[in-house]
């Protein structure tokens, strides 16, 4: 079953690639539409719109999800059920797929609703109680987006079509069209997990290592980016604009703070997808919807490389994801360590690897754009704390002492994992340069002053220092003062965003439905006769007499607020 969907989907992935150049050979774009319903003078329409953008976009989700497939024949060959999962996965690809060859908002939202509820179905995979809490919030969380989608639906009604490509140029200074984009906007950030939504993705690492794989590294998160490059033109008229710049800025700087503070190898990685969205959300909000895509599609190449060494480390080692736990890996899986050290080296934005083209032309422009002193600081902090996370990653797995077992049983022989990862660490090794060729083909010529272009590698350098001190670091002993324990608390919990997302958020709403279902269980009966009405009486008589004992107070107050209603209004008479 695995290989069959491996070729299908490898197949399709070589064949888009080969449409892709030509279309950008002959400078093509097709737009399908075919009508389903019309009435009155609402038609509704299904369109597909293929340019080199989607055909791109489509050729490196069907890439990353065949070998996450293969790779998923070893990796899950104990569960029972291997067929659902791989149904599972072959859902979630193409509700992906109907999200990048949509130019119509219903269209766009049965893949972006399609991708919710199959991922709430792979994060519960395990269903134990862990699985079900994180999937309940990546649902709840991903709804938010869903609704606004569907009011952006209805307010499109106004205009009698729902494809946004009509909407780019001559709708720009209008109120409704606004009230879209923002929606569009905030709809994004809640599937790209910016803040404050951001609690959701880390959660996420419930579901099985492969399933993490492809949803943090070219579907399910990338969603939210992908719809805002096609929107860009639209989004860009806003005010609004510009909060997603601070939101996305402020969303790597959070994730790559934390991510140097957790010890579950997971979470790491999935802290860094958060890091690496953030870096494509803000700058998409300054401008450049190329360079956004440009980096999306070399981060999914590594990403998913990065989180197929860790599914293999976790599987050899008990299934234990604490890095405390590990160290000399490299001496007992040589081969997946290879592969994780240069997708950790790509994410770095180490030369002339794939991470580098994109992250090094970003911060370029960074540098060569009109902004303030705050964002130019935030973007190369969060680089620094990039590589610092990094380096504290490997010091723990390669260069620390093993502290699992005394007895242990390390091996590096399953080759299905290996050729999976070979053809996505071949990708990460040479996507950045060839990608670079295809999209800009004018050479992007940025004059910047020695320093500034040097400034990626001097800061890389010093969180690589910072990262190689603190990991020999032993955090109980600085944890003394209450100060920076507490400190160390709030940076580590994500600025205490899942407690906000799940107590602050859906602990009441569910706590008030489930009240509801208990008077709804016992019956109407039940809460308007014997003990409830008795409930009802004893509520309205402490009314009556906080009212009784009060009302010279309360007569006196409601005549002054009527003189001055009364004076008011001949003010208003007079003037």
Known sequence: MCLYMFIFLFFFSMMNFIFMIYFIMNNLVIFFEWELISFNSISIVMSILLDWMSLLFMMFVMMISSVVIYYSKSYMSSELNLFRFVILVMLFVFSMILLIISPNIISILLGWDGLGLVSYCLVIYYQNVKSYNAGMLTALSNRIGDVLILMVISWMLNYGSWNYIFYLEFMK???IM???????IVAAMTKSAQIPFSSWLPAAMAAPTPV???VHSSTLVTAGVYLLIRFNLLIMKVFFIKFLLLMGMLTMFMAGISANYEYDLKKIIALSTL?????????????FPDLAFFHLLTHAMFKALLFMCAGVIIHMMNNIQDIRYMGGVSLYLPMTCLCLN???MALCGIPFLAGFYSKDLILEMVSFSNLNMMVFLFYYISTGLTM??????????MVNDLNLLSVYNLYDEDYIMLKSMFILLFMSLISGSFLSWMIFYYPYMIYLPFNLKMMVIYVSVMGGLLGYLVSNVNIYSVNKFALTYNLSNFLCLMWFMPSLSTYGL??????FGQNLLKIVDMGWSEMYTGQGIICILKNYSSFYNVFHFNNLKIYLFSFIIWMM???YMLFLKIY
């Open 173 to 175: 200074n209008d109120l």
């Open 178 to 184: 606004m009230f879209i984009s923002i929606m569009i």
């Open 212 to 214: 993490s794989a492809l």
């Open 275 to 287: 890091s690496q969205l953030g870096l494509m959300m803000s700058i998409l909000s300054m401008g």
């Open 342 to 344: 240069i997708s950790n």
């Open 388 to 397: 610092y996370y990094t380096i504290r990653l490997l010091m723990y797995m």
């Open 506 to 511: 859906n602990y009441y709403f569910l706590s």
């Open 565 to 567: 209603i009364i004076i």
